[in-house]
């Protein structure tokens, strides 16, 4: 992977919608020709499988070979492998542990991208994550509120301190698109996360809205950016992807 260009996705808060953001990003990107690998670092609580409706295929030898959504994208996730609804019950050396043979043991090929999505908070996966894939660079998400923003501000704080470069913010469930006047309501407040992008003077890169449609989308395996094609979604994703291909 030494020409891969590593992109974590991170957020300090959970709930905020991180892996949407990580699974429409990686699909964005494979949909641009690039050869895109998805990697589900959050080990406690996998959901990439299920947003991208995909599954293993068989492996030989003793590499695994990720599954596949469409021409370009490989994804791995522990759900994957494990028993539905069975719990990982690991401390900090498995999981570091885990984290390197995902990155050993995956049949990942030659890729242009390689998405990370990472669990909440600054613990284990975090860490071990830049200690082992080094990430080129980290995009962090949020919500409007102030008790998301006091997270954000320690998962910032935190890529700092590593000495990581923030790629820019994404602010998810920005605002709810009135289905009658077609206004925008802001259901959880607005400005915290120009606040947080001023502060540290980072960019805000993108605005996504809520939208109902977008979770049972993503309950079926159908990302927004393929099924949301022509709103404001996509548009919002395309900025993310634009940032993405500055570095």
Not at 139 to 156: H, L, N, Y
Request: aromatic share 6%.
């Amino acid at each position: 992977m030494e020409k891969t260009k590593k992109i974590a996705v991170m957020s300090g808060k959970g709930g905020v919608g991180k892996t949407t953001v990580a699974v429409n990003l990686a699909v964005a990107l494979a949909a641009e020709g690039y050869q895109v690998g998805l990697l589900d670092l959050d080990l406690h609580g996998p959901n990439v499988q299920r947003m991208l409706g995909v599954s293993l295929p068989p492996s030989e030898g003793e590499k695994i070979v990720p599954a596949k959504y469409g021409d370009s994208l490989k994804v791995f996730s522990l759900a994957m492998i494990l028993q539905e609804g069975a719990p990982v019950i690991w401390r900090g050396p498995l999981k570091h542990k885990a984290i390197e043979q995902l990155t050993r043991d995956v049949e990942w090929g030659d890729l242009d991208y390689l998405i990370c999505d990472l669990p909440p908070g600054t613990g284990d996966e975090a860490l071990s994550t830049f200690q082992i894939i080094k990430p080129d660079a980290v995009i962090v998400v949020s919500t409007p509120q102030k008790v998301a923003g006091d997270d954000v501000r320690r998962a910032i704080n935190f890529v700092r301190r590593l000495n990581g470069k923030i790629l820019g913010l994404v602010e998810n469930m920005s605002y709810l698109i009135c289905p009658n006047c077609g206004e925008k309501v802001y259901v959880f407040g607005k400005g915290e996360t120009e606040k947080l992008a001023e502060e540290f003077g980072i960019p805000l890169i993108a605005r996504i809205p809520m939208d109902p449609e977008v979770v049972s989308l993503s309950d079926e395996g159908k990302p927004a950016v393929v099924y949301k094609r022509g709103t404001v979604i996509e548009e919002e994703f395309k900025k993310i992807v634009e940032k993405v291909l500055s570095l």
